[in-house]
């Protein structure tokens, strides 16, 4: 367990809030976390460590729940532009190892890729082809990161000793694969399912990524046939808006 300055002591002074702050973000981007305890009014808050990263058949099960898709009955049939934006999309993964400042992805989802498996995803590109009003166009095909669908370490002893908040900043780990060929099995398979016109990225794309040479010819490849993917293909262009896509 971490005990943390108080909240009356943080209150006095800004630096042990800064120096808690920074604690809670190593914790919450290491595998295996640290209980965090705070003194607050003569009582302790109590922070548990994240659950270790999800399994893709736990996640599978999770987006195989009968979600109705739609607003809560609170709104009463009231318009909501955030819903218009992603109620014809699809999230293939939950993480993010991008360890941006100004995010808080890694607090509540953590650095490590969760990944959908294919047969989860196309499952659900099915059943969002059934939506009212759906025309054949998805609006996204991604997650907190549009490109890291499959990503991780390449051993994973190595991960469960680290606590860098980002993987690629301010360089890219050289123990992590950015293989991008799940991800263009993904984009290939979703695009030649019948009534699927166009599918779009609205999600950031991290361009580092792309522009970063492995030396392993396979992994090079299949960043390069991406990055060809997404200037390319006229059904393929990442969001304007997207975030994530800057350090």
């Known amino acids: 367990m971490i005990r943390l300055h108080s ?14 702050v920074r604690i ?3 914790e919450s981007n290491k595998y295996s976390a640290s209980r965090i305890l705070q003194p607050v009014d003569g009582s302790l808050v109590v922070v548990n460590p994240p659950w270790s990263p999800i399994s893709e058949a736990e996640l599978d099960r999770s987006f195989g729940l009968p979600y109705t898709r739609l607003p809560h009955p609170k ?9 218009d934006m992603i109620k014809f999309s699809v999230n293939i993964h939950r993480g993010c190892f991008g360890g941006c ?3 808080t992805i890694s ?13 989860s995803i196309l499952s659900e590109v099915k059943a969002v082809q059934e939506l009212p009003g759906f025309k054949g166009y998805l609006s996204d095909l991604g997650g907190p990161s549009a490109n890291m669908y499959k990503m991780g370490g390449k051993e994973e002893e190595k991960c469960k000793r680290c606590k860098r908040p980002s993987c690629i900043h301010p360089k890219i780990c050289p123990n992590l694969n950015i293989d ?6 993904i984009y290939r398979s979703v695009d030649l399912l019948p009534g699927i016109k166009k599918s779009f990225i609205g999600s950031g794309v991290r361009y580092d990524l792309l522009l970063h040479k492995t030396g ?10 991406y990055t060809q993917e997404l200037i390319k293909k006229p059904c393929k262009r990442p969001s304007e808006s997207g975030s994530g896509t800057y350090q």
């Open 7 to 20: 909240h009356q002591e943080c209150i006095r002074e800004k630096q042990k809030q800064a120096e808690n």
């Open 24 to 26: 809670i973000e190593e």
């Open 75 to 83: 709104y009463k049939g009231k318009r909501i532009p955030a819903y």
């Open 101 to 103: 400042a100004f995010c």
């Open 107 to 119: 607090a509540h989802q953590g650095k490590f890729i969760a990944s959908r498996s294919k047969k």
């Open 180 to 185: 991008h060929q799940p991800l263009l099995d």
């Open 216 to 225: 392993d010819p396979v992994v090079d490849k299949s960043t390069e046939e």
